[in-house]
């Protein structure tokens, strides 16, 4: 637009700008104001999911300490299929895996740990399912399927703790050369003083000097 044009002609060059970019400027103002909107809107919505999972998990762990089982095991179905995003839905699942296996119900405690598995967003949460999934298989001598859970994680934090579960199930098989390295592994990755250090080294001298049967 020319600086020094009439206020007539300015006018009408803003008339013009008017009519060619108007449609374009109300169409970009209602998409801008409905993200605002949309953009609330779905702030609000998680929020109020979260709340409303916050309230059933408490219900689980309620229902868990009064031994309630089926109010547990419904509710936290709720909880896997309506609020699957929110992590409640994992913390529900936690808990339910654990009751299960408490009561010797280790079909449903796997049920719940592959759901985690399956559905956890957290590296950490996954890799305590898998931790407690492999423990399961390994009391019910499902030993290859416990073998590869183990080695699924490349989680460092974890290396431990995984790799004694992998010599538990190697010892089990009387398999003591492997089961050597593996508690090896979980002891060299221990920090100095851990606990577990004196556990492992009991397990360790179990099968030091061994062969494989």
């Known amino acids: ?16 700008w008017w009519r060619d970019n108007g449609f374009a400027v109300v169409v970009i103002c209602v998409l801008v104001i409905a993200g605002i ?16 999972a916050s309230l059933r998990y408490q219900a ?3 229902a868990i300490a009064q031994d309630d089982s089926k109010t547990a095991e419904d509710t936290t179905t709720q909880l896997l299929s309506e609020y699957t995003k929110t992590p409640y839905a994992v913390f529900s699942a936690f808990e339910m895996a654990k009751y299960s296996a408490s009561n010797d119900d280790l079909t449903s405690s796997k049920t719940y740990l592959n759901w ?3 559905h956890a967003k957290l590296s950490g949460q996954i890799d305590i399912a898998r931790l407690r999934l492999a423990q399961i ?17 490349d989680s460092s934090a974890f290396l431990s703790l995984l790799s004694e579960v992998r010599g538990d199930i190697y010892a089990a098989q009387d398999q003591k ?3 050597r390295a593996a508690y090896q592994t979980a002891l060299s990755t221990l920090a100095q003083g851990d606990p577990r250090q004196q556990v492992l080294q009991l397990k360790l001298d179990d099968v030091a000097g061994g062969h494989d049967s």
């Open 1 to 16: 637009m020319d600086i020094y044009a009439s206020d007539d002609e300015k006018g009408e060059e803003i008339k013009q």
């Open 37 to 52: 909107v949309g953009g609330r809107y779905w702030i609000a919505h998680n929020a109020t999911q979260t709340e409303m």
């Open 60 to 62: 689980v762990v309620n």
């Open 116 to 118: 985690i598995i399956e």
């Open 137 to 153: 298989l390994l009391a019910e001598k499902q030993y290859q399927q416990a073998i590869t859970l183990s080695q699924q994680s």
């Open 177 to 179: 050369q492997q089961a």
